[in-house]
């Protein structure tokens, strides 16, 4: 595997992924033609979600939990609270992830409307005209009628009349995973018909840190007939973003974690992501709901805040028929490959217990499928490698005529079956496997602080330590463009070995400047995560054995 290839693959690699995002990936232009079409088509009778626009004092999240009555709900995964007031679901941690690796404070995620990070999930009716009949809001105090604590298979109903012949109550459901059951129902006692509109909403009140780096979507998401939307903070405070659509769910995800709304099935909705005071997503029904006297009609929603676990999430999207609900996951533009080499990855660590093996062993399939191509390719590098005395000796004599130079190289090529451009021709094949492995490391939850052996402890994250304080023996961190670690130097070291292997170029500075080949990609590759560094260096020693051995049995016939 000659290291030029290897710098020209992955520098052009990079270059087609960019490019490829910049062409295909919801190019700006498109999405405001495609604005301008949905605009057009949305129905102006629909009216608008409570964009509630009361200025709140912040205060802590514990503070404004026990500023309020709750609803306490528990399962497997998740624990937390909904407040009365306004029935909002603002208080969930996910009980089996921690927030940092070796420390046991749990990863809370929805917060309180009033506290700095406030993040929170509604629902409610909306009206064109009801002249002074109330509607519930984010103030409204629920009652609740008989159970108060929320569990799978014990639900909790909530009730509010209006004292104008209205009354409203709410069902809430939990699963035993990550899904809220919503339905809220309207009783009229009044004398006339009423027309509501249900919707959800998200609310956050702050853009979150994000990872900001092209690979990962974080920030607005959704799927709106067949067609998924992706928008970013930023684009969200610049310029609201709606969508008329007869299927679909929207929402707000972060690396690890989600939060989605699913309207009712077979019912059309304009959904909507916008920045006024916070961060909205939300949904409203494009029909109403009609409500005779005397009687009684109901709309249910779902409400996932979840943890995006991929088998979790697959399961979802098949038992509650939730058209491409997987795309929470970014899988990016090589779905169709990194997802099937999730679960290879995933059913080989069951088997094993460490990612970090399982890894290996990919590293061993992905030489095994490819190993007569690779024997192809090192044996036209081999005879390279003893072609350089005669390519040196034809230099020299036709160095002053090229065209012949050229005739009698190609002439040399054919006669010994050599192809230059084979070493290129593995490398190009493995880079889909190089980003798999890349981003099944940086987007999966399932990956996130696994261990492999010795010091590193997340696979996700980069080698902790540092050839700068001797890999830990000297007291002293250093800054963070200085850790290199151990697993980063070793694959620098293969790169190294191979170059050995290779052919040199003709030219001496070239050569020079091919020698700090190794030494430059180790510094670029050691912020990478040690999973896929510990792929790198495996399957650069396994491809110096197998090169060392086609090496040794290759033979030409110079003149």
Known sequence: MDLRNVIFAISLSFAILVAWSYMFDTPEEAQKKAQQIENKNQDTNTPSVNLENKKLLSISREDAINSSE????ENDNVVGSISLQGALIDDITFKNYNEKLGENKKVTYLNPKESDKGYFVETGWAASNLGKMALPNRETKWKVLGNNKLKKGNPVLLEWDNKSGLVFRKKIELDDKFLFRITQEIQNKSNKDVELYPYAQITRN???????????????????????????????RDRKKEFNASDGW????????????????????????????????????????????????????????????VKVIDKYAETESINKFDLTIDWGWFYFFTKPLFFIMNYLFELT?????????????????????????????????????????????????????????????????????????????????FFAIYKMLFISLEMRHQPFFGWIKDLSAQDPTS???IFGLIPWDPPSFLIIGAWPIMMGATMYLQQKLNPTPPDPIQAKIFMFFPLFLTIILAPFPSGLVVYWTINNILTIAQQWVIMKRTTVKTK
């Open 250 to 309: 929207l929402g707000i995800t972060d690396k690890y974690w989600m939060t989605a709304l699913v309207p009712e099935k077979n019912q059309s909705f304009k959904g909507e992501f916008l920045f006024k005071n916070g961060f909205k997503a939300n949904y409203i029904q494009n029909e109403p709901i009609i409500v005779k006297p005397s009687t009684t009609n109901k709309s249910e929603s779902k409400i996932f805040v979840a943890a995006k676990e």
């Open 353 to 433: 217990k460490n990612f970090g093996i399982a890894i290996v062993l990919v590293t061993f399939a992905v030489r095994l499928l490819f190993f007569p191509l690779a024997n192809y390719s090192f044996k036209s590098m081999a005879k390279m490698k003893i072609l350089q005395p005669e390519l040196l000796r034809l230099k020299e004599l036709h160095k002053d005529d090229k065209q012949k130079l050229q005739q009698e190289m190609m002439a040399l090529y054919k006669r010994e079956g050599v192809n230059p451009l084979s070493g290129c021709l593995p490398i190009l094949i493995q880079i889909p496997f």
């Open 206 to 236: 702050k853009d979150p840190d994000v990872t900001d780096f092209y690979i990962l979507h974080e920030g607005f998401i959704g799927v709106f007939d067949e067609e998924l939307k992706e928008e970013s903070y930023k684009d969200v």
């Open 70 to 73: 709750r609803i306490d709900f």
């Open 467 to 469: 050839i700068f304080n």
